[in-house]
């Protein structure tokens, strides 16, 4: 499924900048700057997803090639949740993968307002909204954080 599709929008609606993780780096603000301040998007939505591998694997520590960088962007998120949350601290603790995944994107929300000075006026003067959620498979639906 193409992120069109969640929303219910044409192919070419939805301005799609992906990553595995759903994480903000200078390449992904950088396309959501171009979104919204020249191309003129009114919504972030920022999408984790039910049973994500890049967080089950950050939950796990993998290490592997490149994806040992990627995944250090999910690494706060992991962290941020284990003092709430019970061991086992990895993948096979469905509580602790799907608050890792709400965690994540509500950290990447900060983190997209912390490093665009762009992206969080615009979202102070009312011109855009910034909004969380995490896209279910089984029911196709989204849960709005
Ligand atoms: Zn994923």
Same mark, same amino acid.
């Given at each position: 499924?193409? %992120?069109?599709?969640?929303?219910? @929008?044409? *192919?070419? %609606?939805?301005?799609?900048a992906?990553?595995?993780?759903n994480f903000a780096? &200078?390449?992904i603000?950088?396309?959501m +700057? ?10 972030i939505v920022v999408l984790g ?18 994806? &040992?960088? *990627? *995944?250090?962007?999910? @690494? ?23 608050? &890792?995944?709400?965690?994540n994107v509500n950290h990447t929300i900060t983190q997209i ?5 762009? *992206?969080? +006026?615009?979202? %102070?003067?009312? %011109?855009?909204?910034i909004k969380g959620g995490v896209? @279910? ?8 954080l």
């Open positions: 499924m193409v %992120d069109e599709e969640v929303f219910d @929008q044409a *192919l070419g %609606d939805v301005f799609v992906r990553v595995a993780g780096n &200078t390449d603000v950088a396309s +700057e171009y979104a919204c301040k020249v191309a003129g998007s009114k919504l997803h039910e049973g994500c591998g890049a967080v089950k694997a950050a939950c796990d520590g993998v290490e592997l090639g490149n994806i &040992t960088a *990627l *995944l250090a962007n999910i @690494q706060p998120a992991v962290n941020a949740v284990k003092s709430s949350n019970e061991s086992p601290h990895n993948s096979e603790n469905v509580e602790f993968v799907n608050a &890792t995944i709400v965690e307002r912390n490093m665009s000075p762009i *992206l969080a +006026e615009l979202e %102070d003067a009312g %011109d855009i909204a896209y @279910q498979l089984a029911s196709g639906e989204v849960s709005w």
